[in-house]
């Protein structure tokens, strides 16, 4: 089941300069930055209330943040809803007719388990799904 927003993902070309400006129109320091080698991207999260704002830089040019930033400009890239548990999750999304990106969960940044799901499935967005590790 999903039970809220968990973070909002914004593409950016230089994350040093972003974290700056987001820093300071959030009023609030990013509290974590990291490489997901896997995905070829560099994050790093903000805190805004109980959501959150991952900004994601390619660390390569063949990651899906690179040829994002290729069609389109810096900005949104996608939304994140937290799941109780995304292996049932993406059962029921798989059985309800959505196309999945990832047919099972990844390691993904912030301590989570992750998978996306198809934008042509999702009316144009591409949504994430995640789940904190369990210890």
Known sequence: ??????????????????????????GTNCYKQEVVESEGVRTAFLQVGESKIELLEATNPDSAIAKFLEKNRTGFHHVAFEV????????????????????????????????????KSTVGMLVELCQEKQS
């Open 84 to 119: 109780d548990n995304i292996d049932q999750e993406l059962e029921r999304l798989r059985g309800e007719g959505f196309n999945l990106i990832h047919q099972s969960p990844k390691d993904g940044a912030d301590n989570k388990r992750i998978a996306f799901l198809h934008p």
């Open 1 to 26: 089941m999903i039970k809220r927003i968990e973070h909002l993902g914004i593409a950016v070309e230089n994350i040093q300069d972003s974290i700056q400006i987001y820093e300071t129109l959030l």
